[in-house]
């Protein structure tokens, strides 16, 4: 384990997985520094009170990324997913800011750089643009001369539970088959896997680490659904018709039938590494309570909403 008597620079820290990390790396005992676009919003204030340091910063301002990145021990880098329904960002930008972050972490010394990914990366394009991007970040973080870990989170386990999965109803639409095994992480634990990776350098720094808290089938996903909803809950994949018609759900079903974006992480030694990782009906009588709880009672938007963007929302 290393001293932590170091900075580590979260960016994201007002959205899921950088909020995630910030805090598991203040309970480690780290100092954090966020760089927020707005330190007087709502969540920037509520992580300063939580004890981390804010600062005025864009990815679209390399010069405010030096500034923020100054003095840093390490920096976490996960940038605004282009595949989001209403995202705000292009993939060329989503690619331009992940490139700048990398580049700017090694000018500024910064000894240890974590890059969140997806586990659809690779070296062979998905054909999927916004999985695409973040295999060309990957390609970017390899070529630089400092410490650096990247991590590929499974399927998020809150995207399950998001009112376009059509609990409301009473079942659960998603991108694979009844019997086919798809893995999934807790937000929670994204953070808890990159204090761990901060914590030791030695041991993670240019590893790129899968990283997943269970795999399941559809249908063994909805058992657990109804268990801990009171209530029947079925599975089925996305309709045919839908993933001929919608070119991106296409390809991304047939990922999750190439086991691409089902996930291959080695479960077992995972949980040797990082036992806290959570297993989907431990999340769900947990962390996941609360967001089940609001997805039974919000009526679905549309099935298509949430698949769309993949492993991460």
């Known amino acids: 384990m290393t001293d932590i008597n170091g900075t580590v620079v979260v960016l994201g820290a ?5 909020g995630a990390v910030a805090a598991a790396l203040r309970a480690d005992g780290w100092a954090v520094r966020a760089v927020v676009r707005d330190p007087s919003g709502h969540r920037a204030r509520s992580l300063a009170a939580d004890g981390v340091e ?31 329904a209403g995202a705000r960002v ?3 930008d989503e690619v331009r800011f992940g490139t700048t972050v990398a580049d700017i972490a090694e000018r500024c010394g910064v000894a240890h750089l974590v ?14 643009a916004h ?10 973080v390899r070529e630089l001369g400092n410490a650096a870990t990247i991590i590929r989170p499974a399927t998020f386990m809150e995207l399950l539970v998001t009112p376009e999965m059509g609990l409301d109803s009473g079942r659960l639409t998603f991108l694979m088959g009844p019997d086919q095994v798809h893995q999934l992480i807790a937000v929670r634990d994204i953070g808890r896997v990159a204090a761990a990776v ?16 269970d795999g399941l089938t559809g249908t ?9 909803a009171g209530r029947p809950i079925s599975y089925s994949r996305l309709p045919a018709t839908l993933l001929a018609q919608d070119e991106v759900l296409g390809r991304l079903a047939a990922l999750a039938d190439g086991g691409r974006l089902a996930g291959h992480a080695d479960l077992d030694a995972l949980r ?23 997805a039974l009672r919000s009526p679905a938007p549309g099935i298509a909403a949430g698949a769309r963007s993949g492993p991460e929302s």
């Open 14 to 18: 007002t959205g899921q997985q950088g």
């Open 54 to 84: 804010t600062v005025r910063g864009d990815l679209g301002d390399p010069e405010s990324l030096r500034e923020a990145f100054s003095g840093a021990h390490g920096v976490f880098s996960v940038q605004p997913n282009s595949g989001q």
């Open 90 to 92: 292009t993939n060329e």
């Open 115 to 128: 890059y969140s990914s997806t586990v659809a990366a690779g070296p062979t394009p998905t054909g999927v």
């Open 131 to 140: 999985l695409d991007t973040k295999s060309r970040v990957e390609a970017r």
């Open 198 to 213: 901060f914590g030791a350098p030695d041991r993670y720094a240019g590893r790129t680490i899968e990283i997943a808290g």
């Open 220 to 228: 063994a996903l909805a058992e657990h659904l109804t268990r801990a």
């Open 272 to 294: 040797a590494d990082f036992p806290f990782l959570l297993p989907f009906d431990r999340w769900l009588a947990g962390p996941g309570a609360s967001l089940l709880e609001e």
